[in-house]
T-cell receptor, first 110, second 114 residues
Framework: EDQVTQSPEALRLQEGESSSLNCSYT??????LFWYRQDPGKGPEFLFT???AGEEKEKERLKATLTKKESFLHITAPKPEDSATYLC???????????FGTGTRLTVIP | KAGVTQTPRYLIKTRGQQVTLSCSPI?????VSWYQQTPGQGLQFLFE???????NKGNFPGRFSGRQFSNSRSEMNVSTLELGDSALYLC?????????????FGPGTRLLVL
């Protein structure tokens, strides 16, 4: 059975304190792994897509990496505006839909 | 380019009623998917439409249905509403160019069933 697990469930950081969010997955075949950011009451906002182990992508203070079993979202020197829920999702071979983890709720304190 | 739009943004209904939600995808996007988001279950896939045909369906009862029009706009319908149907309903679109393509989400419709 396909599974996506995100940890931690919640994370509180001081402004400037770097950290990483984890997304571990067990799937029959991976078409792509997606990271989204979701603010309260809004739809998920696309951040990154990763397709194969060893791939890395960066955007401002965020960097996403992928191995055969997990993905990390590294946040460098976070700011309060980075506070949000970060969602990881996978698309498996033979399917078009996304299978989501439960998310990590990040709070960055000034 | 305008993003995915969903209407209405908020709805309050009572048990037993039915509701129709609307989604307009990004211009040029031909695939539309619907998801339900609740605090307990997170984001769960409802169904996907492409070329006016339902292509995939998640594990939801038959009370949940949808359709897609020739301009790629989509609607989803929930009949005989239950309290547990209270959720944020999200629509996502993509161009349909190949495997692993990014889906872009709308702002959602918040449904409250009383």
């Amino acid at each position: 059975e396909d599974q996506v697990t995100q940890s931690p469930e919640a994370l509180r950081l001081q402004e400037g304190e770097s950290s990483s969010l984890n997304c571990s997955y067990t799937v029959s075949g991976l078409r792509g792994l997606f990271w989204y950011r979701q603010d309260p009451g809004k739809g998920p906002e696309f951040l990154f897509t990763l397709y194969s182990a060893g791939e890395e992508k960066e955007k401002e203070r965020l960097k996403a990496t992928l191995t055969k079993k997990e993905s990390f979202l590294h946040i460098t020197a976070p700011k309060p505006e980075d506070s949000a829920t970060y969602l990881c999702a996978v698309q498996v071979t033979g399917a078009n839909n996304l299978f989501f983890g439960t998310g990590t709720r990040l709070t960055v304190i000034p | 380019k305008a993003g995915v739009t969903q209407t209405p943004r908020y709805l309050i209904k009572t048990r037993g009623q039915q509701v129709t939600l609307s989604c307009s995808p990004i211009s040029g996007h031909r695939s539309v998917s619907w998801y339900q988001q609740t605090p307990g279950q997170g984001l769960q896939f409802l169904f996907e439409y492409f070329s006016e045909t339902q292509r995939n369906k998640g594990n939801f009862p038959g009370r949940f249905s949808g359709r897609q029009f020739s301009n790629s706009r989509s609607e989803m319908n929930v009949s005989t509403l239950e309290l547990g149907d209270s959720a944020l309903y999200l629509c996502a679109s993509r161009q349909e160019r190949g495997a692993g393509e990014t889906q872009y989400f709308g702002p959602g419709t918040r449904l409250l069933v009383l």
